[in-house]
């Protein structure tokens, strides 16, 4: 059994965390909002109140983590608030888990954030992760298409990443 902590648990991070409960293991879902706290709760997922935008917010939350669920692909904001996230956050962020549990990172590399700030996060992964030789996977299935295609490709590469 592993923690995974998914950061940006809205509906594809609650099918994610439900499904990866039902093969036995802790989850534990970021959100910005109590409001959504309820429905995080319903899906078996710890919850944890924290803003991707305040990176210091989610440090609590590796506490214990095994594997670190970027799902941030289709985040909303304005261009400079998407630019931050899969730029600067999402380094610091990386820095951040180097003294850590995690033991591997699965980078939402898809979605409705402009491909060219998605591309950036990616090489970021690949060059944080390359130098802390911490395993990571690019997770490349567009959730504008199939859910369960979305959801199948998640789970195949958290199982890669655990068994890494």
Do not use: K, N
């Amino acid at each position: 059994m592993a923690r995974v902590l998914i950061v940006g648990c809205g509906c594809r991070g609650q099918a994610l965390a439900r499904a990866l409960r039902e093969q036995g293991h802790a989850v534990r879902g970021t959100t910005r909002s109590a409001d959504r706290r309820s429905a995080i709760e319903a899906t078996g997922a710890e919850v944890w109140i924290g803003d991707p935008d305040r990176i210091a917010t989610l440090s609590g939350a590796l506490d214990g983590v095994t594997l670190l669920c970027w799902l941030m692909g289709s985040a909303s904001g304005s261009p400079q608030q998407l630019a931050a996230l899969h730029g600067p956050r999402l380094r610091m962020l990386l820095q951040r888990t180097i003294d850590t549990t995690v033991r591997g990172l699965l980078y939402e590399a898809a979605g409705s954030v402009p491909g060219d700030l998605l591309a950036a996060g990616a090489q970021t992964v690949r060059e944080a992760c390359g130098r802390s030789e911490i395993p990571y996977a690019l997770l490349e299935t567009a959730p504008q298409g199939s859910r369960s295609a979305w959801l199948d490709d998640a789970l195949a590469r958290v199982e890669v990443l655990l068994a890494a």
